[in-house]
């Protein structure tokens, strides 16, 4: 394949922030990931760029103004204030006030934009922000450890540019929120694999659902039962994502890389291994279309941390070393120290071959149903969410400070000299249960 574009966001902040003592969701692991890419060398395949932090306003592209301003407001001091919209925004437990929560979906929300903004204007191939991809959150209300969701709002974004945007999930939950987002449009295809049955989380996503109005047939689910390994799942995901390319003909994708399910995570219940789940992820880059890829959930720290390394050097297309390079997390890695994991087969793969054909064809089924790939005017295109040139939009949450050309080029980290200074923290918490 040739070569292409790539650009990474991270906020050296964004590994700060703490859910709560015992909660499955650690941001921590984003800097471990960043120090892995960085001491593998990655950094000197893309252009890294500490990204855009979105304000109420972007936010506010999908999610009600009411939950937007709940979400700026609340803390974990004044949460006695807002006893009566905790249950009607659904937080509380699954997704708790924490401090700086509104700034940590202003960090992986601002991410995705700025992504999709470098997609639309052609200054990159494909798009990394794992930080993102918070695919639960819904208009109205937290859902499943996501507050903001960065997807929809980036695919928004898209659609300004872009006729049929396609969003792939392979996270071990169902994108709900955003195929309840796009439900009703052919603009958008949902495409998610997904353990589904026995109450699993969150309950949506049977092949059934298959969107409504000028969205039928434009909502895709593929539901698995538990234990499935690399093998089952790539006999799936390949001929389905093939049968989608050729009948959507999407002109840019969206990949959320959940790495939940992988084998042996702390909330999951696939057998994937990171080549399984970087087989995905690799035969959607070389679908050759714009492509931004965001992250998700996955909480066995370690495993996520390799996972989404070795994805990003798929996606920039540099072979890396199974030996780990040392960071100041090395330790998470013991014994053995490597990239890759072996996954031993296991018994209770729930899913026949019977099984997998039967829902490929179900799927191919319905998407003979959308023959015609749909088209749009577009005429009266909406201007960008900020201006990507020239500032980096922070005009809009605080108008005093404007980007000068400098400025916005010393955000672009020389390859050398990135940031270091994160603080090592929450060892102990890992990994807890
Ligand atoms: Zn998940």
Redesign the pocket.
């Known amino acids: 394949m040739s070569a292409k574009k790539v650009s990474y966001f991270y906020n050296p902040d964004v590994g700060n922030f703490h859910y709560g003592p015992g909660h499955p969701m650690k941001p921590h692991r984003l800097a471990v990931i960043h120090s892995l890419v960085q001491n593998y060398g990655l950094h000197k395949k893309m252009q890294i760029y500490r990204p855009y932090r979105a304000s109420a306003h972007d936010m506010c592209r999908f999610h009600s103004d009411e939950y937007i301003e709940f979400l700026q407001r609340v803390t974990p001091q004044n949460l006695q204030g807002f006893t009566k919209y905790l249950s009607h925004f659904n937080v509380g437990d699954d997704c708790p006030v924490f401090e700086g929560l509104f700034d940590f979906c202003s960090m992986y929300t601002g991410a995705s934009l700025e992504g999709a903004m470098k997609l639309n204007n052609n200054c990159c191939d494909i798009a990394i922000n794992w930080s993102g991809g918070l ?2 959150a819904k208009k109205f209300e937290a859902s ?1 450890f996501c507050y903001v969701n960065d997807i929809v709002i980036a695919i928004l974004e898209l659609l300004k540019y872009h006729a049929r945007v396609l969003y792939i999930d392979i ?3 169902h994108g709900d929120g955003v195929q309840e987002a796009f439900y009703l449009t052919d603009r958008v295809m949902t495409v998610s694999f997904h353990k589904y049955g026995n109450y699993f ?1 969150p309950g949506t996503g049977d092949m059934y659902e298959v969107g409504a109005e000028s969205g039928r047939y434009y909502s895709v689910n593929v539901p698995l039962k538990e234990g499935i390994d690399d093998a089952s799942y790539v006999q799936v995901f390949k001929p389905v994502i093939s049968n989608v390319m050729e009948f959507y003909q999407p002109t840019a994708i969206v990949l959320q890389c ?1 790495a ?2 992988l084998a042996h995570d702390r ?2 219940c696939f057998s994937l291994s990171t080549k399984g789940h970087g087989d995905c992820v690799k035969f959607v880059r070389d679908l050759n279309v714009p492509l931004l890829a965001v992250g ?3 909480y066995t720290l370690r495993n996520v941390a390799r996972c989404w390394t070795y994805e990003t050097s798929l996606l920039v297309d540099e072979p890396i070393s199974n030996e780990l390079p040392y960071t100041k997390y090395l330790e998470y890695f013991a014994p053995d120290f490597t990239l890759h994991q072996d996954v031993l087969p296991r018994p209770d793969n729930a899913n026949t071959k019977q099984y997998l054909e039967t829902i490929t064809k179900h799927v191919y089924d319905n998407l003979k149903m959308c023959q015609h790939s749909p088209s749009v005017q577009m005429h009266d295109v909406p201007g960008d969410a900020f201006p990507l040139q020239e500032g980096s939009g922070h005009d809009e949450m605080d108008p005093d400070v404007r980007v000068s050309q400098a400025d916005e080029d010393r955000r672009i980290e020389p390859a050398n000299e990135f940031y270091d200074g994160d603080k090592d923290q929450d060892k102990a918490g890992d990994e807890a249960a």
């Open positions: 695919h639960h499943g996270d071990v939950h989380f959940g939940d399910s909330l999951g998700g959930g996955g």
